[in-house]
């Protein structure tokens, strides 16, 4: 049985850092590309950033320069270190693996008050 747990989440004041994980079981963690989107009241799910088995990273623009995320193989965790937060980062931070299938967390709430 699959699963991603994330955790880190909360409420931060604006340019704060929060640093999220998530804990994968389950999968074969060192083949699975890694990725973490959001979700904001009212929007669609968007990409945030991605980390590739061989380490390799992409950012979305909007996030570039504040977060970066890691993976850490052996204790099969991915992070995303979160700086100088902005209200609108708000939103539930999903944790996605994806090798031959996909598999998403729970979700874990941010709130980025100004």
């Known amino acids: 049985q699959v699963q991603l747990v994330e955790s880190g989440g909360g409420l931060v004041q604006a340019g704060g850092s929060l640093r999220l994980s998530c804990a994968a079981s389950g999968i074969i963690f060192s083949r699975n590309y890694m990725a973490w989107y959001r979700q904001a009241p009212g929007k669609q799910r968007e990409f945030v950033a991605q980390i590739t088995s061989g380490g390799r990273t992409d950012y979305a623009n909007s996030v570039k320069g504040r977060f970066t995320i890691s993976r850490e193989n052996a204790k099969k965790t991915v992070y995303l270190q979160m700086n100088s937060l902005k209200p609108e980062d708000t939103a539930v931070y999903y944790c996605?693996?994806?090798?031959?299938?996909?598999?998403w967390g729970q979700g874990t709430q941010v709130t980025v008050s100004s």
């Open positions: 996605k693996a994806e090798s031959a299938n996909s598999y």
